[in-house]
Every structure is written in C-alpha cells, then in structure tokens.
C-alpha cells in the first residue's frame, strides 16, 4: 500500500509478544492440572494415565502392549502413575494388560506404595486382590503400610494391617525364590508363620531360596526369636547352612544374644536327637542282619 512503511522483523516480533505469553499461559495452566509427578520422560501411555484418559489409555494399550511396562528417568511404570493419582478403573486396565504389581522404581517403591503413601483405598483393595506384595519395603525399609501411617491414611493403615496375613497366604514365589513363608519370617508375621507351617512338612519347611536361605535363616537374621521357635518346632533344621556356608546362630551373630543362644540350644537339641535316631537306625540294621 502506498506510503506504508515495511514492519522491521523487530516490530513483528514485539507485536507478537502478548499473543506468545498468553499461549505460554495457557500452556502452563494445562501443565498445572497433570500432577507433579509428571515428567518429559514419561511415555505417552504415562501422560494419559496421569490425565485420566481411561479411553487412550486403552488404544494406547491396544496398539502397543509393552508400553504397559515402559519406566520414566525415575524407574516409575504407568501403573505407579495411576496409583499415585488414585485412577483405579485405570490400575485394572493397565493390570488386565499386563502390568506387573510387584515393578519397583528407582526407589524401590512398588504401586502398592504409591497408593498406600496417596490414601486410595480402591487401588490399595485391587493391588491386594491382584497378588501385590504386602511385604516388599522400599529402599528406606518402609512397608505400604508405614507410608499410609505417616500420611494418617487411618482406613488404608487398618486395612493393610488387617489383611497382612490373608496377603502373606496369597503370595506366590519371587524371582529370588524367597516363598510365602520366607516373607512371614521376614516381618516377623508369627501368627502367619504359624498358619503357613502347619500346613508345610518337612523338607518344605527348609525350602532355600537362590541364596540357600530357609525361612529359618531370614528369621535368625532379623532376630525374631518366637518365629524361630515355631520354625524348630515344626521340624525347621537349625543345621542347614546358606551358600556362603552360614548357618542359622552364624546369622544371628552378637546382635541378636536371645536368639543365637536359643539356636545353640536348638542345634544341640536336633543333633542329639539326630545322633539317638542313627544309632537307632543302626542298631536296627545290625539286628536284622544278625537274624538273616
């Protein structure tokens, strides 16, 4: 147009300006809805699920299946974003594709942590009801239940105390081939420990795990002497020694005083019967042979 002067690049830009900060705004507000724990490094299966986008969250699972298992930079799979953010409909769907209960992040949390630390009972109740690992302690020794406890989640807390036994009887075997009664030992779950060996004869009851270590091992380790008790008494071998060639007082060690004494005692208790018992077996060998 006649007589118009040209517009510098610099003006442009400048008359831009409002236009880019109210974008940069709206952008922020968008952000400001996901919740903290999203990160750039989050799949765009994780970015759903934060928003709660049950219906992407299912073509994303259809399209691609293993994103079920895909981590952020913090070791997080989109079924601990879920629980974070309390989206049980989605936790079923991501367990339905696939998603493993038990994942631990970076921090050795798993779901059941982060929905315990939130307080959603929903996904506490369905991690449960999927064979999710009451027992499993993040990196700083927490149970799920000591996070619901300090966040003051007092119905979460009640249920996950509540139900530690029922949990423990329905884990099955680790990759670690640490059973049922390995976990019970552990926490020191007597009252399970108890259920689960009435039902365990011996040998079973002296079950290793990779590292060669009963559940009588773990207990002698972590010094829980009524656990012990009812171990030996079930028919427990004080005896059997770990892979590194540790038995069970060598576990004990000075920390635990009650309970190596009271292992020196069982051990000699099991070798004098063992001893009575060759002798007996021998004696009854050499009679028989006699009467041939």
């Known amino acids: 147009m006649p007589g118009t002067v040209a517009e510098s690049p610099r003006s442009f830009v400048m008359s831009t300006l409002p236009t880019m900060a109210l974008r940069k705004m709206h952008a922020l507000r968008e952000l400001k809805k996901l919740p903290v724990t999203?990160?750039?490094?989050?799949?765009?299966?994780?970015?759903?699920?934060?928003?709660?986008?049950?219906?992407?969250v299912v073509r994303y699972l259809a399209a691609t299946p293993a994103l079920v298992h895909a981590i952020d930079k913090d070791g997080n799979t989109p079924l601990h974003h879920a629980c974070v953010t309390g989206h049980h409909v989605i936790a079923r769907r991501l367990i339905d594709?696939?998603?493993?209960?038990?994942?631990?992040n970076k921090s050795?949390?798993?779901?059941?942590?982060?929905?315990?630390?939130?307080?959603?009972?929903?996904c506490v109740a369905l991690l449960i009801e999927s064979h999710a690992n009451v027992l499993l302690t993040n990196e700083k020794g927490q149970f799920a239940a000591d996070l619901a406890g300090w966040r003051m989640h007092t119905q979460v807390t009640r249920f996950l105390r509540d139900h530690d036994q029922t949990a423990i009887l329905?884990?099955?075997?680790?990759?670690?081939?640490?059973?049922?009664?390995?976990?019970?030992?552990?926490?020191?779950?007597?009252?399970?420990?108890?259920?689960?060996?009435?039902?365990?004869?011996?040998?079973?009851?002296?079950?290793?795990?990779?590292?060669?270590?009963?559940p009588l091992h773990v207990a002698a380790q972590r010094g829980h002497y009524d656990v012990i008790e009812a171990l030996v008494a079930r028919g427990a071998n004080p005896c059997v020694v770990t892979a590194r060639g540790e038995c069970a007082v060598d576990l004990a060690g000075s920390q635990h005083l009650r309970v190596r004494n009271s292992l020196l005692r069982l051990e000699r208790t099991y070798l004098a019967n063992y001893d009575c018992h060759e002798v007996h077996r021998q004696t009854t060998k050499t009679n028989h042979a006699w009467k041939m």
């Open 38 to 56: 999203f990160e750039p490094s989050c799949t765009p299966l994780h970015a759903v699920v934060l928003r709660g986008q049950v219906d992407r």
């Open 108 to 122: 050795g949390s798993t779901p059941l942590h982060k929905a315990a630390l939130g307080g959603h009972m929903d």
């Open 170 to 214: 329905c884990i099955l075997p680790d990759e670690n081939g640490n059973t049922r009664l390995h976990y019970a030992c552990a926490c020191n779950k007597l009252n399970a420990v108890v259920a689960i060996a009435r039902d365990t004869a011996p040998p079973d009851i002296d079950v290793p795990n990779k590292d060669g270590f009963t």
């Open 97 to 104: 594709g696939g998603a493993h209960v038990n994942a631990r």
